[in-house]
């Protein structure tokens, strides 16, 4: 008889349900004689909020012989024949939770009504345009300013790198010894520390990515597809164009027809010594990048071609060389130096 007792125990032990996802008490529960789907969600203290109350899982698995098959019946919580659903041992009910997490995105500019949007998964830019009124009859859709945050994050990382890059040449060239390069002295090394310390040059990483505006609201380029944190900037017709960088007057220039790049130049005073003129580039209002190898001739200076267009921006480069042999010193410079240059660009198209 105790034989008996136990084997009743142990299979009655063995007669339990589950309970998984959006309900307050989650976990294994006994079976008790007729329970149903209403009981299982009952005894685990009900449904939370944001429920997907049309499709709740029911797998059940069949033990045939030495194999065991699973099967899935969906169930809804409104329907009161499907909580009527008689459970069986094993059984595993899941509960799915819709996405309750508010995605906003931020626009500015020229539409009809700035602000902060939230928006749904899969949202676009373009419907987001449309949310916010369309533009008005003044803005430049070729100057749009789409930032992201995960762009930002890239930005920040790949300067981390070059830091970290940096702190090991410096080791290494601080103990040169046999590695065939003359070792640094304190100055030298105090200098190269400062600069390892240094931000981003004092701007903001942007995290930018260039959209063609015009193209996405005539359908004529894909859309883009919007994620938690995005901003768009649409800026005010340009009739400007600005000069940055080793010039000796940085400075913005009313638009004309008939200047060059060259003159736009030397309007802001020309090139001082420290300028790299081999690499004087081009930032369109769109955010994309010409460098001077893409004109007519090679050069910027005996270019003729009407390339530069109102909201572009002139970028005269540092001039950089490799400090003591140690060439990470080029790219860190050109890191810090281009981030200010790019914010400084971004600020002359949305002022």
């Given at each position: 008889l105790d034989l008996i007792d136990q084997q009743k125990t142990n299979s009655n032990s063995k007669r339990t349900v589950f309970i998984f996802g959006n309900v307050h008490f989650p976990g294994e529960y006994p079976l008790t004689s007729k329970m149903n789907l209403s009981d299982i969600i009952k005894a685990s203290g009900g449904l939370k909020e944001a429920t997907y109350n049309s499709e709740i899982e029911i797998t059940r698995r069949d033990v045939s012989g030495k194999k065991a098959s699973f099967s899935n019946k969906l169930a809804s919580s409104v329907s009161e024949s499907d909580l009527e659903i008689e459970l069986r041992p094993g059984d595993t009910v899941t509960v799915k939770q819709i996405k309750k997490e508010i995605i906003t995105v931020e626009v500015t500019g020229e539409v009809h009504f700035n602000g902060t949007y939230p928006i749904t998964e899969y949202q676009t830019l373009r419907e987001l345009i449309e949310r916010s009124g369309g533009l008005t009859q003044f803005a430049s859709p070729k100057g749009a300013v789409f930032q992201r945050q995960s762009l930002k994050n890239s930005e920040i990382k790949r300067f981390s790198e070059a830091q970290d890059e940096l702190r090991r040449k410096i080791l290494l060239s601080s103990n040169a010894g046999g590695l065939g390069e003359k070792s640094l002295d304190s100055n030298a090394i105090q200098m190269l520390t400062s600069l390892v310390g240094m931000d981003n040059?004092?701007?903001?990483?942007?995290?930018?990515?260039?959209?063609?505006?015009?193209?996405?609201?005539?359908?004529?380029?894909?859309?883009?597809?919007?994620?938690?944190?995005?901003?768009?900037?649409?800026?005010?017709?340009?009739?400007?164009?600005?000069?940055?960088?080793?010039?000796?007057?940085?400075?913005?220039?009313?638009?004309?027809?008939?200047?060059?790049?060259?003159?736009?130049?030397?309007?802001?005073?020309?090139?001082?010594?420290?300028?790299?003129?081999?690499?004087?580039?081009?930032?369109?209002?769109?955010?994309?990048?010409?460098?001077?190898?893409?004109?007519?001739?090679?050069?910027?200076?005996?270019?003729?071609?009407?390339?530069?267009?109102?909201?572009?921006?002139?970028?005269?480069?540092?001039?950089?060389?490799?400090?003591?042999?140690?060439?990470?010193?080029?790219?860190?410079?050109?890191?810090?130096?281009?981030?200010?240059?790019?914010?400084?660009?971004?600020?002359?198209?949305?002022?």
């Open positions: 040059g004092g701007g903001e990483a942007l995290g930018r990515l260039v959209i063609d505006l015009e193209g996405i609201l005539n359908g004529t380029v894909p859309d883009i597809i919007l994620e938690d944190g995005d901003m768009i900037h649409v800026p005010r017709l340009q009739q400007t164009v600005t000069v940055i960088g080793e010039v000796f007057a940085p400075n913005t220039h009313l638009f004309s027809e008939s200047l060059t790049l060259n003159d736009y130049i030397n309007q802001s005073g020309g090139s001082n010594v420290y300028a790299d003129e081999e690499s004087i580039y081009l930032i369109k209002s769109d955010g994309s990048i010409i460098p001077s190898t893409k004109f007519s001739g090679g050069s910027f200076f005996r270019s003729r071609d009407n390339f530069i267009q109102p909201g572009d921006t002139i970028v005269v480069p540092l001039l950089v060389t490799p400090f003591s042999g140690i060439k990470a010193t080029t790219e860190i410079t050109q890191i810090i130096y281009q981030m200010a240059l790019a914010a400084a660009a971004v600020n002359s198209f949305t002022n």
